[in-house]
Nanobody, 120 residues
Framework: VQLQASGGGLVQPGGSLRLSCAAS????????MGWYRQAPGNQRELVAA???????NYADSVKGRFTISRDNAKNTVYLQMNSLKPEDTADYYC???????????????WGQGTQVTVSS
């Protein structure tokens, strides 16, 4: 199983970016998917998560600005980031809780980080 993240980059304050993360490989089912971020010198923190049924959870710092969504047919999770602030600058990591068979337990898989820089 692999998770491939994309969509990071440099954006001015107030701008928008959309991150994508596609899971591929031997996938039986995917439970929760989401995004964490880690800024230099800081611990990794949860940004947003979404269950297979579509329930969402956000960090207080991004509520009202970020929207998480998923396309179950494509095994892909998205993070729409609007009204970006310099403090959103970080490496963003996607994850997915995946079962690889009917008789296996779900485990978390991680994508590579994608860098988001918010600066004028």
């Amino acid at each position: 199983v692999q998770l491939q993240a994309s969509g990071g980059g440099l954006v001015q304050p107030g701008g928008s970016l959309r991150l994508s993360c596609a899971a591929s490989g031997s996938i039986f089912s995917i439970n929760a998917m989401g995004w964490y971020r880690q800024a230099p010198g800081n611990q990794r923190e949860l940004v947003a998560a979404i269950t297979s049924g579509g329930s969402t959870n956000y960090a207080d710092s991004v509520k009202g600005r970020f929207t998480i969504s998923r396309d179950n047919a494509k095994n892909t999770v998205y993070l729409q980031m609007n009204s970006l602030k310099p403090e959103d600058t970080a490496d963003y990591y996607c994850y997915a809780s995946i079962r690889t068979g009917w008789n296996t337990l779900a485990r978390d898989y991680w994508g590579q980080g994608t860098q988001v820089t918010v600066s004028s």
